[in-house]
């Protein structure tokens, strides 16, 4: 009887001593049938210091199917010998992600040793990289072709061809360099603001704006003035306002023309990818649709001494021709005259045209009026160039 009951109080104590060691300290998972007798403890890091608090993972062991889980750390569990991998690894700190488990994903339990797993996190940092043309955004809406590499000390230069674009990245300097391909047509890069390299701390966002430009020059009329072929002696270059007019149909109708001239100073290498000459037309005599024609002049001329019979010679054919409605007046007129801009008138420093209607035979009633600089509306030159 007594050797009956010392039996049953044996067999009692290996089965209590059993379940204690299968099962993990402080609520982990349960895994399968295996003789728990080590110790494996699960930590955190966030940017390298140490971490608690709530974070999914588990760990788990090629000999058995079923893994223990864990929600917290640091935590320690009872395991077996063997290989233990630690994986699955879901949530952490809030803004944080998770950059690497050490000294290893997986290691071997010892019998009697023991084994640690760190979580190793990093706050999330982030890059914005957008653009500008002329102080505007750009492109207006969606994204816009450029190439540009975002590099840190140490790592490899991460490229990319768009703007605007985000960017997950690890806290430190980094340097934004551009552009080698790409941007706005006809535009040239500015400058990186608010500068190339910017530190960027823990969950926190740096922006680079790439500032593009196009080149924009606007020259005022240093002289203009009209002449006309029925006064051939007379100056008019005090005068408010410039007619330009074919013949006429009345006997006394004569022509009308509109010099203007300009200072030009341009780098010599200057690449001109636009220019438009510009007239403020504020009167008229007439109806209809009519066209005036801008002509380059290629020989110097002074505001107070041209008339019909001294006036410069011009090109045979006009640079540009466009057609309007003269009565609708106070509007501005402007003619394309790129190519005019070309190294001679660079070099020499002005640019001229004249301004004549394009049939100055024609027997119809087409005046048109434009303002001087006399009148406080001068004409202007707008210019676009790559420098």
């Given at each position: 009887?007594k050797?009956?009951?010392?039996?049953?109080?044996?067999?009692?104590?290996?089965?209590?001593a059993?379940?204690a060691?299968?099962?993990p300290?402080?609520?982990?998972g349960?895994?399968?049938?295996?003789t728990?007798?080590?110790?494996?403890?699960?930590?955190?890091?966030?940017?390298?210091?140490?971490?608690?608090?709530?974070?999914?993972?588990?760990?788990?062991?090629?000999?058995v199917g079923?893994?223990f889980g864990?929600?917290?750390?640091?935590?320690?569990f009872?395991l077996?010998?063997?290989?233990?991998?630690?994986?699955?690894?879901?949530?952490?700190?809030?803004?944080?992600?998770?950059?690497?488990?050490?000294?290893?994903?997986?290691?071997?339990l010892?019998?009697?040793g023991?084994?640690?797993?760190?979580?190793?996190?990093?706050?999330?940092c982030?890059?914005?990289?957008?653009?500008?043309?002329?102080?505007?955004?750009?492109?207006s809406?969606?994204?816009g072709?450029?190439?540009?590499?975002l590099?840190?000390p140490?790592?490899?230069?991460?490229?990319?061809?768009?703007?605007?674009?985000?960017?997950?990245?690890?806290?430190?300097?980094?340097?934004?360099?551009?552009?080698?391909?790409g941007?706005?047509p006809?535009?040239?890069l500015?400058?990186i603001?608010?500068?190339?390299?910017?530190?960027?701390t823990?969950?926190?966002?740096i922006?680079?704006?790439?500032n593009?430009?196009t080149p924009i020059?606007?020259?005022?009329?240093?002289?203009?003035?009209e002449?006309r072929?029925?006064?051939?002696g007379?100056?008019?270059?005090?005068?408010?306002?410039?007619?330009?007019?074919?013949?006429?149909p009345?006997?006394?109708?004569?022509?009308h023309?509109?010099?203007?001239?300009?200072?030009?100073?341009?780098?010599?290498?200057?690449?001109?990818?636009?220019?438009?000459l510009?007239?403020y037309?504020?009167?008229?005599?007439?109806?209809?649709?009519?066209t005036?024609a801008?002509?380059?002049?290629?020989?110097?001329?002074?505001e107070?001494?041209?008339?019909?019979?001294n006036?410069?010679?011009?090109?045979?054919?006009p640079t540009?021709?466009i057609s309007?409605?003269?009565?609708?007046?106070?509007?501005w007129?402007?003619?394309?005259?790129t190519?005019?801009?070309?190294?001679?008138?660079?070099?020499?420093?002005?640019?001229?045209?004249?301004?004549?209607?394009?049939?100055?035979?024609?027997q119809?009633?087409?005046?048109?009026?434009?303002?001087?600089?006399?009148?406080?509306?001068?004409?202007?030159?707008?210019?676009?160039y790559?420098p």
């Amino acid at each position: 009887m007594k050797k009956g009951f010392f039996a049953i109080c044996l067999s009692l104590v290996v089965a209590i001593a059993s379940i204690a060691v299968l099962a993990p300290s402080c609520g982990g998972g349960g895994a399968g049938n295996q003789t728990a007798n080590y110790t494996a403890e699960v930590n955190a890091t966030l940017d390298g210091s140490t971490w608690e608090g709530d974070v999914q993972y588990r760990l788990t062991t090629p000999t058995v199917g079923v893994p223990f889980g864990g929600t917290i750390v640091p935590k320690s569990f009872r395991l077996s010998t063997g290989s233990w991998t630690c994986d699955s690894v879901v949530g952490g700190p809030a803004g944080a992600r998770l950059e690497s488990i050490t000294p290893s994903a997986t290691q071997t339990l010892p019998s009697g040793g023991k084994i640690t797993f760190t979580l190793n996190f990093k706050s999330i940092c982030t890059i914005e990289v957008k653009a500008t043309l002329d102080g505007s955004p750009w492109p207006s809406s969606g994204t816009g072709a450029v190439s540009y590499t975002l590099t840190r000390p140490g790592k490899s230069p991460t490229g990319t061809t768009s703007v605007p674009k985000s960017f997950t990245v690890d806290y430190g300097n980094w340097t934004c360099a551009c552009c080698f391909s790409g941007g706005p047509p006809g535009a040239y890069l500015l400058g990186i603001t608010p500068s190339p390299t910017q530190s960027v701390t823990n969950g926190g966002t740096i922006t680079f704006t790439l500032n593009f430009a196009t080149p924009i020059i606007r020259l005022g009329a240093i002289k203009d003035a009209e002449v006309r072929e029925y006064e051939p002696g007379k100056n008019l270059g005090a005068a408010q306002v410039m007619y330009v007019a074919p013949w006429g149909p009345h006997p006394d109708s004569t022509k009308h023309r509109v010099f203007v001239w300009f200072p030009l100073s341009l780098p010599a290498e200057a690449q001109v990818q636009s220019a438009r000459l510009y007239l403020y037309h504020s009167g008229c005599y007439g109806t209809g649709n009519h066209t005036n024609a801008a002509y380059r002049v290629t020989d110097v001329w002074e505001e107070m001494i041209i008339t019909w019979g001294n006036q410069p010679l011009s090109a045979a054919d006009p640079t540009d021709a466009i057609s309007f409605d003269i009565t609708e007046t106070g509007v501005w007129r402007s003619w394309d005259v790129t190519p005019d801009i070309d190294p001679t008138p660079i070099s020499n420093g002005w640019v001229s045209w004249v301004i004549k209607h394009i049939d100055e035979d024609a027997q119809e009633q087409a005046t048109v009026v434009y303002t001087s600089a006399e009148g406080g509306v001068a004409p202007y030159l707008e210019i676009t160039y790559l420098p």
